[in-house]
């Protein structure tokens, strides 16, 4: 009785950062941005500088009308935002915060985020084959696409992480990890960073949704609530990556005078913050650009940063 | 970007830019919240001092695009005194001006002989309709208030041909009452 109460608290909590955390870093993605562009944002929902924007929003998204084009797959259409969302949740559970702070610690964490990661990226594929709508597919197929050329530098990076702690448990890794790190699983980090990215279809990589081209790929037809999903998808697996590289590479709840859990949130807050500032600097890439950045540069720095890892882990 | 700054250096020249322009405060203006600060003399609309028009037609004229609509009719004065000939004056029965159509070229202003147009920098009259737009001389005239005064002249210049006048009137000995009661101003 007592595990079951304890796992539903732990449930219950990870659905509470689940919910909220998204919200933050999309009102920090709107405060950023702006300001990085001259502007000032939202003012005016919630009195404070805009900090009820996001509420309002998802308020919005509640009231629309939920529409099902006339010739879509309505099942799988009705479907896919689930399936695109709830990936998110799962990997979440898995993801330590500090020493003990996790949902559920897994023996093999890193291989079990990643796999269910890849996941949603069905969702979405679903979403746009059931829309009837020729842009719809033409994003999806981006999408798969851009999955097929990032998965692989995504995965080859945790794996250089995972070789040098000699584990694929979260908190064996952040245990084996040392400041040192930082120099030598550098290159990996950054793979894995920008794999990340381009794997949520974050700008510079959201050729996908890309909407002066097609509209908004996937998700064109989607409105009111299911849309609201598929964008809280979005924000969730920001939230995810900047977790995944803060315990990866960054040493999660290690830092200077103690070890604290606050340690991972401001790691996993700085690389959100990151990720908002790449979005505002860089353009949209071009698909040919997309693929050669992937095959060209981040696999084979992945490859070799293997490596160096293994190198050093027989030389040791 | 020249070739010499070296491939790449432009990514960290963007993500500079971006950063140090978030440092910087943001340009917007919080505008129903915060009043503009308008420079003195702004151009927001024409106002009308209804006493000084003379229904002499030269504004709605002149307008490059139509949009000043006057109506008058004649009104006789009578002689005011016997054997006197009679006068007839203007009556503006109707003045207005559809912004709707003006393009603020300000022709009309510098076309009044009498002073009876002025700029006024008053500019929030949006209305949901643009028939609307179309502003009655008593609209016209409750902008008044807003025009600036005149900008002072030059420290050394001579006094307006105005002034002088009154001036003149005041400083010389009163001519005798006049006879009759005033009809006529």
């Known amino acids: ?316 | 970007m020249s070739r010499s700054s070296g491939r790449g250096s432009g990514l960290f020249k963007g993500l500079g830019i971006t950063l140090s322009t978030m440092t910087r405060r943001s340009i917007t203006q919080q505008y129903p919240d915060v009043k503009p600060e308008l420079p003195p003399r702004s151009r927001g609309v024409i106002a009308l001092l209804e006493e000084n028009c003379t229904s002499c037609m030269l504004c709605a004229r002149e307008c490059p695009d139509w949009c000043i609509y006057i109506d008058s009719h004649k009104e006789v004065i009578p002689a005011p005194e016997e054997g006197g000939r009679e006068r007839s004056r203007n009556v503006l029965d109707r003045f207005a001006i559809d912004f709707s159509l003006c393009m603020y070229c300000g022709i009309c202003i510098d076309v009044c002989p009498f002073d009876a147009l002025f700029w006024s920098p008053e500019f929030e009259y949006a209305e949901f309709d643009i028939r609307n737009m179309t502003h009655e001389k008593d609209r016209l005239g409750q902008w008044m208030h807003t025009v600036p005064a005149p900008p002072a002249l030059d420290a050394h210049a001579a006094e307006s041909k105005e002034l002088q006048a009154v001036r003149k009137k005041a400083e010389s000995p009163p001519v005798a009452p006049p006879t009759t009661d005033g009809t006529s101003e």
């Open chain 1, 1 to 316: 009785m007592a595990d079951v109460l304890e796992a539903a608290v732990r449930l219950i909590v990870i659905f509470a950062a689940f919910l909220t955390l998204p919200l933050l870093v999309g009102q920090l993605e709107h405060k950023v941005m702006a300001h990085m562009q001259a502007r000032v944002g939202p003012m005016y929902a919630g009195g404070f500088h805009g900090w009820a924007q996001l509420v309002a929003d998802g308020v919005k998204f509640a009231q629309k009308e939920d529409v099902v084009p006339d010739a879509a797959d309505r099942t799988i259409y009705r479907l896919a935002p689930a399936l695109a969302l709830i990936p998110y949740f799962v990997a979440l559970v898995a993801i330590p915060v500090g020493p003990g702070l996790v949902g559920q610690d897994l023996e093999a964490g890193v291989f079990f985020v990643l796999a269910v990661m890849g996941v949603g990226v069905i969702g979405t594929l679903m979403a746009g084959w059931a829309s009837a709508n020729k842009y719809s597919l033409l994003g999806a197929v981006r999408q798969v696409s851009q999955l097929m050329a990032y998965e692989l530098p995504f995965v080859l990076a945790a794996a250089s992480v995972a070789m040098a702690a000699g584990s694929l448990g979260f908190a064996e890794i952040v245990d084996a990890w040392e400041p040192w790190w930082l120099v030598w699983q550098l290159p990996a980090a950054i793979v894995f960073f920008v794999a990340g990215l381009a794997e949520l279809n974050r700008p510079p990589f959201d050729m996908p949704v890309a909407d002066a081209e097609i509209i908004f790929g996937p998700y064109t037809e989607y409105t009111g609530l299911r849309f609201a999903l598929f964008l809280l998808a979005e924000y969730v697996g920001i939230v995810l990556l900047c977790f995944l590289t803060a315990v990866l590479f960054l040493g999660g709840w290690h830092g200077p005078f103690s070890d604290s859990w606050v340690w991972t949130l401001a790691k996993a807050g700085a690389l959100s913050f990151v990720v908002v500032w790449l979005r505002v600097s860089y353009p949209r890439l071009r698909a040919d650009q997309l693929q050669k950045l992937a095959w060209q540069l981040l696999i084979p720095v992945a490859l070799l940063q293997l490596l160096l890892t293994g190198v050093v882990m027989v030389a040791w």
